[in-house]
């Protein structure tokens, strides 16, 4: 065939396939148009997917939620004899689901301050009652004393309590305060106020009856006063009369008891296959204290797992899909204080753990409350491709659950939807590394246990009376539960085949991040001005370099999934060489543009050049001599307590955006010009090489790396 006969024919078949799309489209509306992601996710099949959704109960998550949190319950300080409820409760369920290897870890205890009873009547000039603990525990502000008093109450304004109650006699009254009581306590105390009463609330407009849990001081701290908490509502209406000139009389009772609470960790293990199995470990907090119960925070995290543990047991269990290799842990703990001691005592579970997955708080509607579930990855400095598995599970969840007139017409292409729960879309977004949960205990320098959070956010009754079962979805819920237990078993299952899948899935995810900062980089300079263009381009260069070396940690990590394996080895290497070619090829461009930009500026072209302090950090290769595990919890306070104090006088700390970051990113190959770079790529305060060059040098003379 001639050349000009092949353009025609080709010419022809491009017109043909244009026609049976537009025929498709008539007939087809939109339906055929699609992104590819709606029809994969990172399991090894989209039958186990749907073997999860399909077995995943929305329903009994959120009933166990009710079961847990329906209500604002006040704890009956007999609870502390025994289990605790929701500790009975988890062990019933588990045990009532089939689950092997239901343990309650017993790791010590700790002092709780309780309010047993409390309560606030006017007795003047009408008698009613104002708040009782039994109705609100969160009425009565942590580490209160116990008040049993008739006094009459007086207004303070914030101006008044600056001032420390000048003009004003409370001496032997109570004071009615919207300001924090924290603030108004001491200085109430100090003026010789009786108690403190206030109707401070994060947001009054939108909620009159929310109470936020407060403090009086901190649990057991003996704070020689007494903090009550009444909604706004209440508050407005006694404060009017106040201002009216009436004269009102409370009646104020609280008995509180100290009390050693245990600290209860309850457990279950889907084991794996393999003789000594890696583990996966799930976790969420059941106890955020003692006081103080949310239908959200965290006792969805807790059902979320809870049903997830019975979802995977029972699809292992019946054949429906193979055992994995690895084991999947989950973990019911009191947040931090029981995360701790636990992680500290089972160094033998730490040391064979690929990753933790923690959930907290994510349960909410969130169309109805406006907020978004979300991912916060790990950070570079404990890189693992579990945020990429993750991500991909959320990506197909959102882009399945959603309403578009483009690519899904009127409909979700495959509903994930619980009976009794809403149908709204996923709204969804992933985030960098962030702190506030359990997964920092495994992100700890001295644990290193790569560890994700997931979080419905924002959360309008975050640490309120209003935080109560009501407010969750089931349809949220049953999305959660497969995220969840879709990502640990994709990773509990992988063998080289999967591994290799998830290589691709990072890869691809690397690509949109690093396009993600290359477009931040153009931006940045595009706004320079003539004198800051040369530093800025340097800047954003090495962010970019330090997003390529960054992934590069992520997909390396990939490699512990098959570690044997050449053709994973090789797919890992060829993913690696294209992010290096990107980079490069980024901050050509970015010289390319800025060279530009100085052109209009009429100044001479921007170089990217290294300086000798550059030259040198760019020759150090930090390693580690003392292994941070065998440090434990808090490791870096006590590498920082090694360092001389002369040693740390010859630097400025603050002048590296993250220090303990920067230990994790010492893993032999990382230059201190990378670990600049890397750590400049993560956080918005760019990092002094002059003090992080004199932090490592201290870390030599500490013992705790060498060059």
């Not at 019975?310 to 994995?324: D, N, T």
């Not at 290799?325 to 029981?338: A, N």
């Not at 003539?530 to 992520?554: C, D, F, P, S, W």
Request: glycine residues 8%.
């Amino acid at each position: 065939m001639s050349q000009r006969n092949y353009s025609i024919m080709r010419s022809y078949i491009r017109i043909a396939a244009a026609l049976v799309i537009v025929m498709a489209g008539v007939t087809l509306k939109s339906y055929t148009q699609f992104p590819s992601w709606h029809q994969y996710t990172i399991l090894s099949s989209s039958n186990t997917a749907d073997l999860i959704i399909g077995e995943a109960s929305g329903e009994r998550a959120f009933q166990h939620i009710v079961e847990m949190a329906g209500y604002a319950r006040l704890r009956d300080i007999s609870e502390f004899s025994g289990d605790l409820m929701e500790t009975e409760y988890l062990v019933k369920r588990l045990t009532e689901y089939g689950l092997k290897n239901v343990n309650v870890h017993r790791l010590g205890t700790t002092r709780s301050w309780q309010g047993v009873s409390a309560s606030l009547w006017e007795t003047s000039p009408s008698t009613r009652k104002i708040a009782d603990l039994v109705e609100s525990p969160l009425m009565l502000a942590s580490g209160s004393a116990d008040l049993d008093t008739e006094a009459p109450l007086v207004f303070a304004d914030g101006a008044l309590i600056a001032s420390g109650f000048d003009n004003l006699d409370i001496r032997g009254k109570i004071v009615l305060t919207a300001d924090r009581p924290g603030t108004v306590l001491p200085r109430a105390l100090k003026a010789g106020a009786v108690a403190v009463i206030s109707y401070y609330s994060p947001r009054p407009l939108e909620n009159s009856l929310m109470i936020p849990a407060t403090s009086a001081g901190g649990r057991g701290s003996g704070q020689p006063g007494t903090v009550f908490m009444i909604s706004p509502r209440e508050g407005e209406y006694l404060t009017k009369r106040l201002l009216s000139g009436e004269k009102i009389v409370i009646r104020a009772v609280a008995k509180t008891a100290t009390v050693d609470a245990e600290l209860q960790v309850t457990s279950c293990l889907i084991e794996g296959t393999d003789p000594d199995p890696e583990e996966i470990i799930i976790t969420a907090h059941v106890f955020e204290g003692y006081v103080k119960t949310g239908g959200n925070d965290n006792i969805s995290g807790s059902a979320a797992i809870l049903e997830a543990a019975r979802v995977l047991h029972k699809l292992i269990e019946s054949g429906a899909v193979p055992r994995p290799s690895r084991s999947i842990r989950f973990l019911w703990v009191p947040e931090f204080s029981g995360t701790i001691p636990w992680v500290a005592g089972n160094r033998e579970i730490i040391d064979r753990s690929l990753c933790n997955i923690n959930l907290d708080m994510v349960g909410l509607s969130l169309a109805k409350w406006r907020s978004f579930f979300v991912l916060h990855r790990t950070s570079y400095g404990n890189a693992h491709y579990v945020g990429d598995v993750m991500e991909n599970l959320f990506r197909y969840t959102g882009e399945t659950n959603k309403v578009n007139s483009v690519v899904s017409g009127s409909r979700f292409f495959r509903p994930i939807i619980a009976p009794t729960g809403t149908d709204d879309p996923f709204y969804y977004q992933i985030e960098s590394a962030s702190g506030g949960s359990d997964h920092m205990v495994f992100n700890d320098l001295g644990v290193m246990v790569p560890g994700i959070m997931i979080i419905t956010w924002p959360d309008p009754f975050y640490h309120t009376s209003e935080d109560l079962a009501d407010k969750c979805d089931p349809t949220q819920l049953r999305r959660t539960v497969f995220v969840t237990a879709g990502a640990a078993y994709a990773i509990a299952s992988a063998g080289s085949e999967e591994a290799m899948a998830i290589a691709g899935e990072v890869a691809a995810n690397s690509i949109k991040r690093m396009a993600i900062n290359y477009a931040v980089a153009y931006d940045l300079i595009a706004g320079a001005s003539g004198e800051n263009l040369v530093q800025l381009t340097k800047q954003v260069a090495g962010k970019i370099r330090g997003t390529a070396l960054g992934e590069i940690m992520v997909l390396n990590s990939v490699r512990e999934l098959a570690p044997e394996d050449k053709a994973l080895a090789s797919s890992v290497d060829a993913h690696i060489s294209g992010i290096r070619r990107m980079s490069e090829e980024q901050v050509r461009m970015i010289n390319e543009a800025a060279d530009g930009f100085a052109s209009v500026a009429g100044i001479k072209p921007v170089a990217l050049k290294s300086d000798n302090a550059e030259k040198v950090a760019g020759g150090i290769r930090p390693v580690i001599k003392t292994p941070v595990r065998d440090l434990g919890y808090r490791a870096y306070q006590a590498i920082i307590g090694r360092i001389p104090q002369e040693e740390m006088a010859k630097f400025n700390i603050r002048e590296i955006a993250d220090p303990q970051e920067a230990i994790k990113l010492v893993n032999g190959e990382n230059s201190i010009l990378d670990i600049k770079y890397i750590l400049d790529a993560q956080y918005s305060r760019e990092t002094s090489l002059a003090a992080l060059t004199g932090y490592f040098n201290a870390l030599k003379q500490a013992g705790i790396v060498s060059f």
